[in-house]
């Protein structure tokens, strides 16, 4: 009989030292559990976050390729105007240098003046009214520069529709530099942004699966207690 107390008492206590520890593996449980779900919702706005700003740097490279090709449009026409306004005073030039061969030259010469008569009329070159008038006449096909106007005129008008083009050219140079440094620091910003956003993602991540497996292995060692419990509840019942 004493020693069946003894054993009833001692089961006794094996019992209510596993109810203690199980009920503080049970805390430790919960705890876990509401920490990795506050983590794991972390992450899943974390994910959102970089989904929306890698959308936003992608729509921002979208708009700034395009304004690029409109950028090289733009630039192509102007660098053409120049080059045709080059060639006409050049042409013009050397007609008036020339003795021999003067209708083939002055041929090339109208040519090129023509040319320069459409851009300057086609992209309504902020000239004079009498520039504009003889740019207009110049530009009918059988034009004829000496009937009506000096060449020194007509040089002269063209090198100032030159320099007003390459005023242009630098302008949209200017406007293309500036657009790209500004979507170049922008691209920058969401890079740094997206970069941060999945370092702390990351680092979540791994907090999140390291107190699972915390969480897992005292879900053990309770079923593992609570096992042992009921083994020395049964074994105490049966005394």
Do not use: W
């Not at 921002?60 to 080059?83: N, T």
């Not at 006409?88 to 007609?95: F, Q, V």
């Not at 050219?169 to 941060?196: G, P, S, T, V, W």
């Amino acid at each position: 009989a004493c020693f069946c107390k003894e054993q009833v008492d001692e089961k006794q206590y094996n019992i209510e030292k596993s109810d203690k520890k199980i009920e503080k593996l049970s805390s430790e449980i919960e705890k876990l559990s509401a920490e990795i779900s506050a983590l794991d919702e972390e992450i899943g706005e974390l994910s959102k976050k970089i989904t929306k700003l890698e959308e936003e740097s992608k729509i921002a490279q979208d708009r700034r390729d395009k304004e690029h090709e409109v950028y090289m449009e733009k630039e192509a026409d102007a660098a053409g105007a120049i080059d045709a306004c080059e060639r006409a005073i050049a042409a013009l030039k050397e007609s008036k240098a020339q003795l021999k061969g003067k209708a083939q030259l002055e041929g090339e010469a109208l040519a090129q003046v023509r040319s320069v008569a459409r851009l300057a009329l086609a992209s309504k070159a902020a000239l004079s009214e009498e520039r504009m008038h003889m740019l207009s006449a110049l530009a009918q096909p059988g034009a004829a520069y000496e009937s009506t106007y000096h060449s020194n005129d007509i040089i002269a008008t063209i090198e100032d529709l030159r320099l007003k083009f390459k005023s242009i050219k630098e302008r949209l140079d200017q406007e293309e530099f500036d657009a790209n440094a500004m979507h170049d620091k922008k691209q920058l910003a969401l890079k740094n942004e997206i970069k941060f956003a999945e370092q702390e993602k990351t680092e979540k991540t791994e907090l999140s699966e390291a107190k699972t497996e915390e969480k897992e292995a005292k879900e053990g060692d309770k079923a593992q207690e609570t096992a042992d419990r009921n083994a020395d509840k049964s074994f105490q019942d049966v005394l």
